[in-house]
């Protein structure tokens, strides 16, 4: 299905693929699935992690009760970061706009989920000329 577009500028035409919203599509589902993740990755972290954590620092010789939190927040936040920018570039690809941005979060929804990452990247990268 390709719907024509015609530019304000020029007289070029511009016919809109599907490849765009295949590409946010594919982001925001990434980004969703790594959130879930860190939602479980905090919950569990924090629940079971804390108590492992001082077993084991315990028996080196060194705890500080604050360490494993510190942790999961240090590795969960930038986490929670990149997968905000998956789902906003997404958002982004779906409107055709920015697409530098859209570009932005298909590389960022790697992370999550590589093959869907990879793959919203190639359509992003193709469909260019169809943002704004």
């Known amino acids: ?6 530019s304000d500028d020029t007289n070029d035409v511009v016919s809109q ?5 295949a590409a946010g599509s594919l982001c925001i589902v990434a980004g969703a699935m790594g ?3 860190i939602v479980f990755l ?12 001082r077993e084991v620092l315990k028996s080196v010789g ?4 604050g360490v494993p939190l510190t942790i999961i927040g240090v590795i969960s936040i930038p986490l929670i970061i990149i997968n905000a920018m ?6 982004y690809a779906l409107q055709r706009k920015g697409w530098a ?3 932005a979060g298909a590389i960022c929804a790697i992370l999550p989920a590589q093959i869907l990452g990879i793959i919203a990247v190639v ?3 193709v469909s260019k000329k169809e943002f704004d």
Request: no cysteine; glycine share 10%; hydrophobic share 55%.
């Open 17 to 21: 693929t599907w490849m765009p919203i």
């Open 62 to 65: 060194f705890w500080q009760s």
């Open 123 to 125: 359509f992003v990268v």
């Open 35 to 37: 959130l879930i993740a």
């Open 42 to 53: 905090i919950t569990f972290g924090t629940t079971f992690g804390a108590e492992i954590a």
């Open 1 to 6: 299905m390709e719907l024509e577009k015609q």
């Open 86 to 91: 998956a789902i906003t570039g997404g958002i």
């Open 101 to 103: 941005l859209s570009l």
